[in-house]
């Protein structure tokens, strides 16, 4: 990622190096082009922001359909553009194909710090079970007729929200009471250890070397 | 005299807002026993449950689990010994794969990573989970999750294994293999549980329990015969139950 962000942006060809490097990437591993690709809304606040810039930016501009474009801001968008959908892609495999129970082992022996990992760990496994309270709540409420269309009526949805977080918090208390039950300490114990091999290493690293490559050649090529 | 495996005596305990919970509690439970807990709502069992590992603190009275009494100083024992079961295994199963939960007590007790495999893949084969070690929680049915959580506390090896509520949310088959699992189990075992059946199908023994104190103690199927004492300690047997035809059939 750090290959493609730092490569000129008029550098066209490379782009579509990455590109194609990352649909090779996504083949092996199996990932459908169409769930990479409607993933990618994730990236429209971005996108919007890019669209801005041609209008509002300063400097040479040219007339694109009536409308007086800088050249400065084009730059710019396409910059925008072209990075972070390809940085997203990267991001997107990465998280298809690896469970994330291995992305937090890889963290942790890529030296992330273990609150950290041990917090992304609870998020992830807690996020269901409080998304389906939620959902629950929700069906409750609709279930005694809440229709909410006045803002005087929002005070349920309120209440609601309130609910959820004692809920949360509640259950909190409940987990860290079962985790003392097990003799915890205060860290959580590191589970077993798969080391990478070199071969391991050597595949994982096969793909930012491409890359690295084509950013090279870029600005050799500039 | 033989140490018993738990023993309480006396025990009091208020909550911080004022509420009392226990009035004296006394309960002995010997190695090898399983033992039922009946209560209606409201009664302290739950209070009770958590003094056995040193969650709460008695304000009187004393426990002790294989002779050693639950203070501060031998909490780190104590809570090897005292395996606990709780009610939601969504609280339980914290960890981001069934295989990392398991482990999680036996880490905690300073075990090596070798000798935690071997715990772990024990703990899951007695529950019958060993193909879904890498299974993240959360993807697993309710069932399965309580078979795991009894396997989170089985991979510690505790003396005394309690299960607060083993049956709520079951279906029935989840209920029955469930009870095939425990049955198989030579651990000492506290049940606390509504469900009458399950206590009778389970436990030659039962203790009664409500208002913070005991009120019964004897083998279940005649605490749950006893009409009077079902009826004054809200206890009721599902339609059509007869614990007496039951009980002859029951092999202890």
Redesign the interface.
Known sequence: MLAVVATPREAFWAYAAYAALLVGAARLGRVPIGFLSRRLVLEAPFLLFALFLPLVGGGERIEVGGIPLAIEGLWAAWNIVAKATLGLWATLIVAATT???EI?HGLEHLRMPRVITAIA??M???T??ITGEMQRMKIAREARGYDPRFLWQARALTATAGTLFIRSYE?GE??Y?????????GS??????NAAVPRQWAMALLLPAAALVVNLSSWAAL | MITPVLETTGLCFAYPDGHQALFGCDLRIERGERVALLGPNGAGKTTLI?HL?G?LTPGAGSVSVDGLEVRKENL?RI??S???V?Q?P????????V??DV???P???GMT?AD??VRVNAALDAVGMEEYA?R???HLSFGQRRRVAVA??LA?EPRILVLDEPTSNLDPAGRRELAEILRELDTTMLIVTHDLPYALELCPRAVLMNGGVMVADGPTPEILSDRELMAANRLELPYGFDPVLVGRRIIP
């Open positions: 469970p994330i129970a937090l760990g609870f992830i496994r807690y269901d079970v259950r409940r987990v009471l079962a985790m003392l039950s097990r003799g915890f300490t959580l114990p590191l589970t077993a250890h | 958590l590992n969650v780190k809570r090897a005292v395996g606990i709780f939601d969504d609280d339980q199963l914290f960890m981001p794969t295989y990392a482990a999680f007590g880490r905690n007790l990573p935690t495999d890498e993240p929680p959360h989170t506390v510690m």
